[in-house]
């Protein structure tokens, strides 16, 4: 993938903190404490 980014341009209006409204906390595993766990087990919500 290619990114060009225009010389001047301000992008800084993009970096705002997501709305607590649309944030969801859910409890997860021990699997997303290692680096190198990988796939959907890591999103799974803890039992």
Known sequence: M???VQT????S???VP???ELME???VG???NKVTN???ECLAPAA
């Open 2 to 4: 290619e990114i060009t």
């Open 8 to 11: 001047g341009t301000s992008y």
């Open 13 to 15: 209006c993009l970096l």
């Open 18 to 20: 997501l709305p607590a």
């Open 25 to 27: 906390v859910v409890k």
């Open 30 to 32: 021990p699997t997303v």
């Open 38 to 40: 990988e796939g959907p």
